[in-house]
Each structure stands twice: as C-alpha cells, then as structure tokens.
C-alpha cells in the first residue's frame, strides 16, 4: 500500500502537478442543512361574521398565528364574538419529511396545504384538531387557515411537528405572506462552493512525500492497535456468551417447572370459571325475570300537547298564521296579532321511537323546522309541512330546575332566543338561559267534527272514517291499529293521479285521528287509500266548492 502511494507521488512528481482534495463534510459551506427561512409571516383577512362572508374589514401581516384575545375584540372594526379570519400565504419546511400540524383551539378551523384539506372542524364536525402532510426541505407549499369564533373565550395557535420532534408554534421566518404583501420571490439563498485548490509548488513535493509517510505510519499503528482491541472485545464476548448459554439452560429449567405450574392452575381457573357461568347464568335468569315483571321505564318527554314557555321571556313559542307555507316561529312581545288566538298556543310532541321528536301545529300537519337545513348559528326558525328532514326532528333533553334544551338533528344546535333583532333561531349550546324551554303539559281537546266521526261506522279492518262527506275542504280522518305498524295515506283525483301524499311512518296502537286540509284542491270526487302495513283501505270522498265565509248556507245545509 505504501508503495503504491509513493508511487503516485512519484508519478505526480515527473508530470509537475500533485492534486490534494478533501470531501466536503458536515460545516464546510457544501452543508446547506442549517439554512433560515426569509419569511415575514401570513396575509390575514378579518371578517365580521362568523362565515367569512363579504369583504374583510381588515387586511394585514400576522408573523404568527399565535393568539389570546379572550372575550376581547381581535382587531379595530371586528366584534368580540361572531367572528371570523383567514390566514393565506407559503411555508417552507427546514428539512424533508412528514409535518404533523395542531391548532389549539375550542372553536371552529380549517386548513389546508398544497389544497390538501389537513385538518376540519367546521360546522361542529367531529374530528380532532390535527392532521399530517409531507413537505420537502427548501420548497414553499401553499398554505390556508380559517378560523370561525362564536362567542365566549377565543384564542388560536396553529403548530407543526416535524420528523422525530415534539409541536411548536410555526417560527414567523418560515411563513410567506401573499404576493405584494412582503413575501420575497427571490430563491434562497445559497452558501458559495468552495474554490479550487490551487496547485502546490513543485518544489515542495518532497516534503508532501515524508508528510504522507509519516501519515500512513501512524494509520499503520493505529489499524494494529484497533485490531488488538477488537480481539479484546471477541475474547469478552465469547465470555459473555458462555455465560449467557448458562442462563438459557436454566431458563428452559425454569420455564419447564413454570409450565407445570401453569397447567395446574389452568386446570384450577377451568373449574373456577365454569361455577362462575353457573352462577351468571342464574343471575341472568334471575335479571329476565325481573325484567319482565318490571313496568316499562318512562320516556323523558310523554308524547302529548305542551306549551313551549321561554326561560329569559316568559313567553310562549307561536306562530303568526300556522295556515300558511313558511311561516316564521316567534316570541310575542306583548302585543297580540289580529286574527291571534287569545290563549297560549299550543305543540303536539311526538315521539319517532329513536330517541327524536317532532314538534306539530295541533290541528295541522306543519312541523317546526330549521329553514333551508342551514348548519350556521343564527338561522331562523320555519313552519313547514313534515317531510322527514333531519331539520325537522329535535332531541329534547333536561338541563336544570324542569327546563329542557331543543336540539336539531341535522346540526346539533339549540332552538335558541338570541335578542329582539334575530328573535328565535338555532345556536350552538352553551348553557345559556335564552336555550332552556319549559314544557307545560295541556289537556288536548277533542273538536266536534271527530266525536260525530266517532259515531260513523268505520271500513275495513282498521275501521277508517272520514267526516264530514261532502265536505269544503277540511276532514277528520279516524282509524284504529291493534299494534305499534307504520301507516300513511295517498289522496287520488277523478283521473287515478296522486294529488296529496302523507309521510308513511310507524304509529302506536289504540285509536287515531288526522285532520286533512284539502281546501287548495279543485271540487270534485276523489279516492283516499289509507295503508297500514300491507292492507290498503278505499274510501271516496266529495269536495264541494268553497264559499266566502260571509255568504249564507244553503238550504238543507
């Protein structure tokens, strides 16, 4: 090897030019890993709503996202609740791999990395507060956060986790703003590459000769050395391992009079466990029969007519004119409407057997409903005819002193009384008294129309009835189910075409009454199947035409 060296030495010598290079390592300027990021921060937008709906009322630079405001207002110009921002710009990662991003926070955000969705909360989703996306070292990704704040405490930090690294808030130079807003379009910058080494002397190669001797003596002792020493370690470890197969002998001996034991006890547990079967499979019988003989646990709400009376207001929950299609939910403020009913107004609740109710007009089939199936805080309330819309059904559940809360299902927000301005609507719950109803139990009364149905004899199994026939427009429809089945009825003009259809759903046992509004259809004769289960039962039924309410009756009438 020696040889070999001063060989090339020589050779370099005759030719007159001797090449000595070094590799570049860790610290020389080759090293580009430690480089810092240029950045100034994100381009934020704030909005006074909670949807960032409009034009943003102010723009500028945050160097982080890295907010306390409290119940304190965010900025000049934006509330302290109901609000929203959008922070839009680049991030560039200090080396390649997977970046685990958090946003510690309570209320709503998104974000998104190369258009890539990483983490959503939106709109009360259900889904953790994190999500992870691969960034390269000295590339920029696109990068958006929003932020929705309803109101109470409000604070944001947005962090990363990089490989092998615990979160931390994003540092501002590694944040870009948008273009025109102090984000540089210039590359990084790049460490120069070293110069060349100039040619050494000629003269000099006899002392570079003795110098790369010197060097391979001492790589010589220091190999000899390493080889002794690692001898040393291969005499200790075959040591090692004679002792270590001592241990593996004992511990076969060991594991051996374990499995002996093991087995002894198995056997043990084995009866152990049959008495313990025995003995649940009488508790068990024991529980059945409990059960059985035990009554049935009442529901939170009994089905039946109530008044929804206002915990902050004192006043009960009404409609203007319930007859007419999209009619809003109110509170009366002390003034009532001409045409108003002078008693408090009245909601059948009904149970749909999965834990959610429906909220009827008494006297109509118009339900309680959330406009439009909006998810957002502050959408008014609506009356419309029940289609089975997730925006129609409620969860009603106690909160404190015999008030409950009305939950929609499709949002999970409450039915809400805001201020004078928004009147009733849905919000997320907070607790808050304007979001606690109470239920007062009224006795229903029968209306006169159906106690002479009652009198008519029924058709067919489920004894249907409809009264009065003719009629102007407005019947009573009367059946009976001998059990809990779904039932639902179609309403069929001279020419065999559906002009009225009911929603089909299961229905308890015992006797039944609907009232049909008919009064938009033209006079004449039509056909109204009722089917309950798989048995359909025909009756007709004459509309006449509609008079004015202050002309007279006709003769016989």
């Keep these: 090897m020696r040889r070999l060296i001063l060989c090339s030495l020589v050779a370099g010598l005759s030719s007159g030019i001797i090449n000595l290079t070094a590799a570049p390592g860790p610290g020389r300027p080759d090293d580009a890993s430690d480089r810092t990021g240029t950045g100034t921060g994100l381009t934020a937008s704030y909005y006074t709503n909670g949807t960032l709906a409009g034009a943003p009322v102010l723009r500028r630079v945050d160097p982080s996202i890295d907010f306390r405001w409290g119940m304190a207002a965010p900025a000049p110009g934006v509330p302290e609740d109901n609000f929203s921002v959008r922070w839009e710009g680049l991030v560039a990662a200090p080396g390649t791999g997977n970046y685990r991003f958090v946003a510690r926070t309570d209320d709503e955000v998104r974000l998104w990395i190369n258009g890539k969705v990483v983490l959503d909360t939106w709109n009360g989703k259900k889904k953790n507060a994190e999500g992870t996306v691969g960034l390269a070292?000295?590339?920029?990704?696109?990068?958006?956060?929003?932020?929705?704040?309803?109101?109470?405490?409000?604070?944001?930090?947005?962090?990363?986790?990089?490989?092998?690294?615990?979160?931390?808030?994003?540092p501002t130079s590694y944040l870009y703003p948008l273009e025109g807003e102090g984000m540089p379009t210039a590359p990084e910058p790049v460490a120069a590459a070293p110069a060349p080494a100039a040619p050494k002397p000629v003269a000099k190669a006899s002392a570079e000769v003795d110098k790369a001797e010197n060097k391979i003596a001492k790589a010589e002792a220091k190999a000899e050395n390493r080889l002794d020493k690692a001898e040393n370690k291969v005499a200790k470890a075959e040591a090692k391992a004679d002792k270590a197969s001592a241990k593996v002998v004992e511990a076969e001996?060991?594991?051996?009079?374990?499995?002996?034991?093991?087995?002894?006890?198995q056997a043990q547990a084995d009866k152990t466990a049959q008495a313990e079967a025995r003995a649940a499979a009488r508790a068990k019988a024991a529980a059945d029969k409990a059960a059985a003989n035990a009554p049935d646990a009442p529901a939170i709400v009994e089905p039946g007519v109530y008044v929804l009376t206002s915990r902050t207001t004192g006043q009960p929950l009404q409609v203007l004119d319930p007859s007419r299609p999209n009619s809003r939910a109110y509170q009366d403020a002390g003034v009532t409407a001409p045409g108003a009913r002078s008693e408090a107004p009245q909601w059948r609740i009904e149970s749909l057997g999965n834990g959610y109710y429906r909220l009827l007009v008494p006297g109509n089939n118009k339900v309680l409903e959330?406009?439009?199936?909006?998810?957002?805080?502050?959408?008014?309330?609506?009356?419309?005819?029940?289609?089975?819309?997730?925006?129609?059904?409620?969860?009603?559940?106690?909160?404190?002193?015999?008030?409950?809360?009305?939950?929609?299902?499709?949002?999970?927000?409450?039915?809400?009384?805001?201020?004078?301005?928004?009147?009733?609507?849905?919000?997320?719950?907070?607790?808050?008294?304007?979001?606690?109803?109470?239920?007062?139990?009224?006795?229903?009364?029968?209306?006169?129309?159906?106690?002479?149905?009652?009198?008519?004899?029924?058709?067919?199994?489920?004894?249907?009835?409809?009264?009065?026939?003719?009629?102007?427009?407005?019947?009573?429809?009367?059946?009976?189910?001998?059990?809990?089945?779904?039932?639902?009825?179609?309403?069929?003009?001279?020419?065999?075409?559906?002009?009225?259809?009911?929603?089909?759903?299961?229905?308890?046992?015992?006797?039944?009454?609907?009232?049909l509004d008919f009064t938009g259809l033209p006079p004449g004769d039509y056909n109204l199947r009722m089917t309950v289960g798989t048995v359909t039962t025909r009756e007709q039924l004459q509309l006449r035409k509609q008079r004015p309410a202050d002309a007279p009756a006709p003769a016989g009438e």
Excluded: C
């Design 137 to 170: 070292a000295g590339e920029k990704a696109t990068i958006k956060l929003e932020f929705a704040e309803a109101d109470g405490d409000a604070h944001l930090q947005l962090q990363w986790a990089g490989p092998g690294q615990a979160p931390q808030l994003i």
């Design 370 to 515: 959330v406009l439009g199936s909006s998810t957002s805080n502050g959408t008014p309330m609506n009356v419309w005819t029940y289609y089975s819309g997730n925006n129609q059904l409620w969860k009603i559940e106690p909160t404190e002193n015999g008030y409950y809360k009305l939950l929609a299902k499709h949002s999970n927000k409450a039915l809400s009384i805001r201020d004078s301005i928004d009147g009733i609507v849905q919000w997320r719950y907070s607790g808050k008294e304007g979001q606690m109803w109470k239920l007062t139990p009224v006795q229903e009364e029968t209306p006169a129309p159906l106690i002479m149905a009652g009198a008519r004899p029924g058709v067919g199994a489920h004894k249907m009835s409809i009264y009065p026939n003719p009629s102007n427009g407005v019947v009573q429809l009367r059946y009976e189910l001998p059990e809990a089945i779904p039932m639902g009825w179609v309403l069929y003009n001279q020419n065999g075409a559906p002009v009225r259809v009911s929603d089909y759903r299961r229905q308890n046992a015992g006797a039944h009454h609907q009232t």
């Design 253 to 265: 001996k060991a594991a051996a009079e374990k499995a002996a034991a093991d087995k002894a006890a």
